[in-house]
């Protein structure tokens, strides 16, 4: 991918992520049967770094939603008009905010709740994508966000 995209995605993804530390929406209340990745994260022994990692996950998830969302605005030429396009984006912001600390190694049963999600969400498909399908992304990133927020509530 060029080097030009990758730092436009990041760049996008990190505005995201400062606007959602800095304004952050209100989120609905979830009912308490609603989808959790409390499992994944409960296989951590040091209850209060998993709570940490969880909410710190609930805002990642919340900024590349926002992030994405914002992004689509940018009416004629956003800058992610690919399934590829938000992977990159977000691994870039992950790496980037993280430094470098990876959620799915700390927690292996997270990646695959995660993937499993997404791929029933948005579907396995790298390609060029409408509206309709940027909608998808972002709402399924907002209830990743709410399911870690939910982790982390559950302690």
Known sequence: MNPRVII???AVGLIGFAIYRAN??????VPDNAFTLAPAFRTNDNRAEAVK????????????????EYDGTRKPSPRI??????DDLRRAVREYS?????FAIKYPGLASMVGEYLD????KGGGTFDESKRNAWVAAFRALGAAS????KAG
């Not at 952050?24 to 209340?29: F, G, N, S, T, Y």
């Not at 969880?54 to 994405?68: D, E, N, P, Q």
């Not at 029933?120 to 579907?123: C, E, R, S």
């Open 8 to 10: 436009s995605l990041l």
């Open 24 to 29: 952050p929406k209100p989120q609905p209340d």
């Open 53 to 68: 990692h969880a909410f710190t996950f609930a805002v990642l998830c919340r900024s590349l939603a926002s992030g994405i």
């Open 81 to 86: 008009n690919t399934g590829v396009q938000i």
């Open 98 to 102: 993280l430094n470098g600390v990876s």
């Open 120 to 123: 029933a969400k948005v579907g």
């Open 149 to 152: 927020e939910l982790a982390a």
